[in-house]
Nanobody, 122 residues
Framework: QVQLVESGGGLVQAGGSLRLSCAASGSTLNINAMGWYRQAPGGQRELVAGIISGGTTNYSDSVKGRFTISRDNAKNIVYLQMNSLEPEDTAVYYC????????????????WGQGTQVTVSS
């Protein structure tokens, strides 16, 4: 079992910055990818940024150049640095982890954090 706890959300004016943190604990062995998703009220949950164990990152086009995902492996924390925030970034942000488990073959075992609210005022 993996536990993911997000923090760092809040209210910020357009153009401001926030840094989200996601602390992973529990059975973190074989987590091969982590990422941040977000979901606006009534909207779809969408991938914002992801990072794999080797360090490769990917971003949604809407946040590329503004957001940066990173990992602190020693502390087992994933960060999302959000700069130049826009009202359209307002959403609940969820930390996600994918774990590979062996069930005769390798399977994906997804985990989600509880979410942290980010509100960007205009």
């Amino acid at each position: 079992q993996v536990q993911l706890v997000e923090s760092g959300g809040g209210l910020v004016q357009a153009g401001g910055s926030l840094r989200l943190s996601c602390a992973a604990s529990g059975s973190t062995l074989n987590i091969n990818a982590m990422g941040w998703y977000r979901q606006a009220p009534g909207g779809q949950r969408e991938l914002v940024a992801g990072i794999i164990s080797g360090g490769t990152t990917n971003y949604s086009d809407s946040v590329k150049g503004r957001f940066t995902i990173s990992r602190d492996n020693a502390k087992n924390i994933v960060y999302l640095q959000m700069n130049s925030l826009e009202p359209e970034d307002t959403a609940v942000y969820y930390c996600h982890a994918n774990k590979k488990i062996w069930r005769g073959t390798w399977k994906d075992d997804p985990y989600w954090g509880q979410g942290t609210q980010v509100t960007v005022s205009s």
